[in-house]
């Protein structure tokens, strides 16, 4: 089982800044990669929507709404991911849920095992006018 801990959301003012963390792990053995890690957030009333993804080899995917105020990194030796999140406006208000797809772990006995996806608890990110 592929445990992804989230942590970093809160309350900010309009136009602050937060940074997201998603640590992904395994209860024994060990993560040897992970193909796409990311982000998604759902708001209130509205449908689950892609914020930003990262290929193991850097490659990134951005919604419109964030370009050139969110930027997804991550540290395949942590299999972690970051979310740095600048210029938040009111609308940026959901829960950021974190997304890992393609999990290539051994388990404590040496076995392989794939995981195709994975979903964090969610965290939440509110941002008053």
């Known amino acids: 089982q592929v445990q992804l801990v989230e942590s970093g959301g809160g309350l900010v003012q309009a136009g602050g800044s937060l940074r997201l963390s998603c640590a992904a792990s395994v209860v024994s053995g060990r993560i040897v990669s992970i193909n796409v890690m990311g982000w998604y957030r759902q708001a209130p009333g509205k449908q689950r929507e892609l914020v930003a993804a990262?290929?193991?080899?850097?490659?990134?995917n951005y919604a419109d709404s964030v370009k050139g105020r969110f930027t997804i990194s991550r540290d395949n030796a942590k299999n972690t991911v970051y979310l740095q999140m600048n210029s938040l406006e009111p609308e940026d208000t959901a829960v950021y849920y974190c997304?890992?797809?393609?999990?290539?772990?051994?388990?404590?006995?040496?076995?392989?095992?794939?995981?195709?996806?994975?979903w964090g608890q969610g965290t939440q990110v509110t941002v008053s006018s």
């Open positions: 997304n890992a797809k393609g999990v290539l772990a051994v388990t404590g006995t040496g076995a392989l095992r794939v995981s195709n996806e994975y």
């Open positions: 990262i290929t193991s080899g850097g490659s990134t």
